[in-house]
C-alpha cells in the first residue's frame, strides 16, 4: 500500500541557486522508498512555467479558461449565488461543510423546491462533520435538520457524516462537547450544482451568509467539478450515514456495511489505512504532463492525516522562488512551522520579498465573547501573533488586523478568509514571447501594491481552500482546496481585487501593539494551550 506523507528537511532555508523545499514529498511502496523533490528548473523558463512544472510533479492539474472562474466578494453574494444555483439544479447537488446552522430552513428549502421541481433526476448528497453536526443534540441541530430531507426524500438525499479517529473511548467520553473539535474534523468546503462548484472556507450558517467576511471562488467547469465530487464521493463513502428517527434527537447515524473502511471509532488504525488507500489516487499528479494549454491551472491539493499532504509543499513551492510579493491570510492565526518559515525566508535575503499577513482582530474572532475555554482563543490567537511578529524583526513583513465592528454588537463582523496571493518575479524576454507579445517590459512587472498604471494587473497565482494553515489542519482535519496559477491579465485583476478588498478593514499592527496589558495573553490563556496540547488537540 502507497502512504504519503511530509517530512521535515532540518537544513536551513538555502539561497534560490541552490534551493530544495525544506518539506518533501515521500511515497512508500511496501519496503521500497522514493522521495520526491522539486527538480532545479532550467533558469531560461519564466519563473510561471517553473512553478507549473514544480507543481506538475506535486498534484493532478485540470487547464481551464480564465473567464471560467468568478469571485465573488461577500457572504450575501455567497448566499444568494448558491441558492441561485440549487434553484437551477438539474442532475446533482453536492455539498462538503463543516455544518450547517440547525436553523437555515430557507437554505433547506430551496433545496427542497429544487428536489420538487426537478423530479427523479436531481440527486442531493451533502457531508458535514458528525462532532460539529450532532453537537447540540437531542436539541435541535444540523443532523435533525437534515433529517427531516431524508425523510422526505429517502431516494433521492443521503446525509454523511464524517468521524476524526482521532477521537475514540474515553478521550472522546471525557472532552467537552464544546471544545472536541480541537481533536479533528471533516473542514472541507466544497458546494457543488451540476457543472459548476464553489470553493470556498466559508460554512453553511447564517453568520456565513450576512456578516462573516470569507473567500468564494466560483469555476464553472465540468472537469473541477466532476473531480471535486469524486472527493466529496470518496469521503462520503467513509463516512456515517444520517438516518431520521423517532426520537428526541431526530436522527441516528449509522455505520454502512458497504463502506471501504471499518468504522473509526473501533478501529481507527484501520480506518486510517482504508482511507489513505481510497484517497491517495486523487492526489496523484500525472505521470507524463504535457505544457498548460490554456491561461489558467487548477491544481486541487488534499490533507487527509496523517497519511496524505500535498498542500503543504505545496505552499513551500509558491514562495521557494523568486517573487515580488505575497498575501498570506488565516481567520486563526496559528501558522503551522513550516508555514511560518516559509513566510519568514519569503521575506528574508537574499529574497526579500514584501509581505503582508492578515488576520482577525479579537473584535472579529468568531470566538469573542464566547463563555467556557473557547472564550480565551481571540487572547490565543493574540499571543501567537505577537510570536511571530518577534520571529519576523527584521524581515520585510507586516501583520494587519481585520475589525469591522464588534462581534456581538450591531454590524459587528467575523473574519474568516484564508488563502495566499503571490505576485511573480517575471521573466520579462520569456513572458513578452509565449505569452503576451504586444506588452511591453514595464507592462509585465508584477508588483501586487504597485500604483504603476503599466505594470501587470495583479498576482497570478492564488491557494484557496478550507485549511486554516494550522499544526491542527494539517494534523487532524480533512482538508481540499486548489491553487490557481493564471497568465491572464484579466484573472489578476480580479485576484488583486479581493486581496485589497479583504485590507479595507485592516489595520498595521506591531509588536508594542500585542505587549499592552489589554492585548498580552494571561496565565488562563497560557494553560488552556498546554492543556489542549497535552490532551493530543491543536488549535
Same mark, same amino acid.
Given at each position: 500500500?502507497?502512504?504519503?506523507?511530509?517530512?521535515?528537511?532540518?537544513?536551513?532555508?538555502?539561497?534560490?541557486?541552490?534551493?530544495?523545499?525544506?518539506?518533501?514529498?515521500?511515497?512508500?511502496?511496501?519496503?521500497?522508498?522514493?522521495?520526491?523533490?522539486?527538480?532545479?528548473?532550467?533558469?531560461?523558463?519564466?519563473?510561471?512555467?517553473?512553478?507549473?512544472?514544480?507543481?506538475?510533479?506535486?498534484?493532478?492539474?485540470?487547464?481551464?479558461?480564465?473567464?471560467?472562474?468568478?469571485?465573488?466578494?461577500?457572504?450575501?453574494?455567497?448566499?444568494?449565488?448558491?441558492?441561485?444555483?440549487?434553484?437551477?439544479?438539474?442532475?446533482?447537488?453536492?455539498?462538503?461543510?463543516?455544518?450547517?446552522?440547525?436553523?437555515?430552513?430557507?437554505?433547506?428549502?430551496?433545496?427542497?423546491?429544487?428536489?420538487?421541481?426537478?423530479?427523479?433526476?436531481?440527486?442531493?448528497?451533502?457531508?458535514?462533520?458528525?462532532?460539529?453536526?450532532?453537537?447540540?443534540?437531542?436539541?435541535?441541530?444540523?443532523?435533525?435538520?437534515?433529517?427531516?430531507?431524508?425523510?422526505?426524500?429517502?431516494?433521492?438525499?443521503?446525509?454523511?457524516?464524517?468521524?476524526?479517529?482521532?477521537?475514540?473511548?474515553?478521550?472522546?467520553?471525557?472532552?467537552?462537547?464544546?471544545?472536541?473539535?480541537?481533536?479533528?474534523?471533516?473542514?472541507?468546503?466544497?458546494?457543488?450544482?451540476?457543472?459548476?462548484?464553489?470553493?470556498?472556507?466559508?460554512?453553511?450558517?447564517?453568520?456565513?451568509?450576512?456578516?462573516?467576511?470569507?473567500?468564494?471562488?466560483?469555476?464553472? %467547469?465540468?472537469?473541477? /467539478?466532476?473531480?471535486? @465530487?469524486?472527493?466529496?464521493?470518496?469521503?462520503?463513502? !467513509? $463516512?456515517? +450515514? &444520517?438516518?431520521?428517527?423517532?426520537?428526541?434527537?431526530?436522527?441516528?447515524?449509522?455505520?454502512?456495511?458497504?463502506?471501504?473502511?471499518?468504522?473509526?471509532?473501533?478501529?481507527?488504525?484501520?480506518?486510517?489505512?482504508?482511507?489513505?488507500?481510497?484517497?491517495?489516487?486523487?492526489?496523484?499528479?500525472?505521470?507524463?504532463?504535457?505544457?498548460?494549454?490554456?491561461?489558467?491551472?487548477?491544481?486541487?491539493?488534499?490533507?487527509?492525516?496523517?497519511?496524505?499532504?500535498?498542500?503543504?509543499?505545496?505552499?513551500?513551492?509558491?514562495?521557494?522562488?523568486?517573487?515580488?510579493?505575497?498575501?498570506?491570510?488565516?481567520?486563526?492565526?496559528?501558522?503551522?512551522?513550516?508555514?511560518?518559515?516559509?513566510?519568514?525566508?519569503?521575506?528574508?535575503?537574499?529574497?526579500?520579498?514584501?509581505? %503582508?499577513?492578515?488576520? /482577525?482582530?479579537?473584535? @472579529?474572532?468568531?470566538?469573542?465573547?464566547?463563555?467556557? !475555554? $473557547?472564550? +480565551? &482563543?481571540?487572547?490565543?490567537?493574540?499571543?501567537?501573533?505577537?510570536?511571530?511578529?518577534?520571529?519576523?524583526?527584521?524581515?520585510?513583513?507586516?501583520?494587519?488586523?481585520?475589525?469591522?465592528?464588534?462581534?456581538?454588537?450591531?454590524?459587528?463582523?467575523?473574519?474568516?478568509?484564508?488563502?495566499?496571493?503571490?505576485?511573480?518575479?517575471?521573466?520579462?524576454?520569456?513572458?513578452?514571447?509565449?505569452?503576451?507579445?504586444?506588452?511591453?517590459?514595464?507592462?509585465?512587472?508584477?508588483?501586487?501594491?504597485?500604483?504603476?498604471?503599466?505594470?501587470?494587473?495583479?498576482?497570478?497565482?492564488?491557494?484557496?481552500?478550507?485549511?486554516?494553515?494550522?499544526?491542527?489542519?494539517?494534523?487532524?482535519?480533512?482538508?481540499?482546496?486548489?491553487?490557481?496559477?493564471?497568465?491572464?491579465?484579466?484573472?489578476?485583476?480580479?485576484?488583486?481585487?479581493?486581496?485589497?478588498?479583504?485590507?479595507?478593514?485592516?489595520?498595521?499592527?506591531?509588536?508594542?501593539?500585542?505587549?499592552?496589558?489589554?492585548?498580552?495573553?494571561?496565565?488562563?490563556?497560557?494553560?488552556?494551550?498546554?492543556?489542549?496540547?497535552?490532551?493530543?488537540?491543536?488549535?
Amino acid at each position: 500500500m502507497l502512504v504519503r506523507r511530509i517530512r521535515a528537511n532540518p537544513r536551513p532555508w538555502l539561497p534560490s541557486s541552490t534551493r530544495r523545499l525544506p518539506w518533501q514529498l515521500r511515497l512508500r511502496a511496501h519496503s521500497t522508498t522514493s522521495t520526491l523533490d522539486f527538480p532545479q528548473t532550467s533558469t531560461h523558463a519564466s519563473p510561471l512555467a517553473a512553478l507549473t512544472s514544480d507543481l506538475d510533479r506535486l498534484a493532478p492539474r485540470i487547464d481551464i479558461n480564465a473567464d471560467q472562474i468568478e469571485i465573488l466578494d461577500g457572504p450575501t453574494e455567497f448566499y444568494e449565488r448558491l441558492r441561485s444555483k440549487i434553484r437551477r439544479a438539474r442532475r446533482r447537488i453536492y455539498l462538503s461543510t463543516l455544518y450547517i446552522g440547525k436553523t437555515e430552513n430557507e437554505l433547506i428549502s430551496t433545496i427542497r423546491d429544487a428536489l420538487l421541481q426537478q423530479g427523479s433526476e436531481l440527486k442531493v448528497s451533502i457531508l458535514t462533520d458528525a462532532l460539529r453536526g450532532t453537537r447540540e443534540a437531542p436539541n435541535p441541530s444540523c443532523a435533525s435538520l437534515l433529517a427531516s430531507l431524508v425523510e422526505e426524500f429517502p431516494d433521492r438525499v443521503e446525509v454523511r457524516m464524517y468521524h476524526t479517529p482521532n477521537l475514540t473511548g474515553l478521550r472522546k467520553a471525557l472532552i467537552p462537547k464544546r471544545i472536541n473539535e480541537g481533536w479533528g474534523l471533516q473542514h472541507i468546503k466544497l458546494y457543488g450544482i451540476d457543472d459548476e462548484v464553489i470553493l470556498s472556507g466559508a460554512n453553511l450558517s447564517n453568520d456565513y451568509f450576512t456578516n462573516r467576511q470569507d473567500r468564494y471562488h466560483v469555476f464553472s %467547469s465540468k472537469r473541477v /467539478a466532476d473531480y471535486f @465530487a469524486r472527493i466529496h464521493d470518496a469521503v462520503c463513502s !467513509i $463516512s456515517f +450515514l &444520517l438516518r431520521p428517527r423517532g426520537t428526541p434527537s431526530k436522527f441516528t447515524l449509522e455505520w454502512p456495511t458497504s463502506s471501504p473502511a471499518p468504522n473509526p471509532l473501533e478501529a481507527p488504525k484501520g480506518y486510517i489505512e482504508a482511507a489513505t488507500s481510497l484517497l491517495l489516487p486523487f492526489v496523484k499528479p500525472a505521470s507524463s504532463q504535457s505544457p498548460p494549454t490554456t491561461s489558467t491551472s487548477v491544481y486541487p491539493v488534499i490533507c487527509h492525516p496523517p497519511t496524505i499532504n500535498t498542500e503543504l509543499p505545496a505552499f513551500t513551492a509558491l514562495l521557494a522562488r523568486h517573487i515580488k510579493s505575497y498575501i498570506f491570510t488565516a481567520g486563526y492565526f496559528n501558522p503551522h512551522p513550516v508555514i511560518t518559515s516559509s513566510l519568514l525566508a519569503a521575506s528574508s535575503l537574499p529574497i526579500s520579498a514584501p509581505g %503582508s499577513i492578515l488576520t /482577525a482582530s479579537p473584535y @472579529a474572532n468568531g470566538f469573542f465573547g464566547s463563555k467556557g !475555554i $473557547s472564550g +480565551l &482563543l481571540p487572547a490565543a490567537y493574540t499571543h501567537l501573533s505577537l510570536r511571530f511578529l518577534q520571529a519576523a524583526r527584521g524581515k520585510n513583513i507586516q501583520l494587519r488586523e481585520w475589525q469591522r465592528g464588534i462581534v456581538g454588537q450591531q454590524n459587528g463582523w467575523t473574519y474568516h478568509a484564508k488563502g495566499l496571493w503571490v505576485t511573480l518575479q517575471v521573466d520579462l524576454q520569456q513572458e513578452t514571447s509565449s505569452s503576451t507579445p504586444n506588452k511591453t517590459s514595464s507592462e509585465l512587472s508584477t508588483n501586487f501594491e504597485s500604483k504603476d498604471p503599466s505594470a501587470p494587473a495583479g498576482p497570478s497565482v492564488t491557494l484557496i481552500g478550507s485549511s486554516n494553515y494550522t499544526t491542527r489542519s494539517y494534523g487532524l482535519d480533512l482538508e481540499v482546496g486548489a491553487i490557481v496559477v493564471t497568465k491572464d491579465e484579466g484573472l489578476m485583476r480580479k485576484l488583486k481585487r479581493e486581496g485589497e478588498l479583504l485590507m479595507t478593514h485592516t489595520n498595521l499592527v506591531k509588536e508594542e501593539d500585542l505587549e499592552t496589558k489589554e492585548r498580552k495573553a494571561g496565565w488562563k490563556v497560557r494553560v488552556a494551550m498546554w492543556l489542549v496540547k497535552v490532551l493530543g488537540g491543536a488549535l
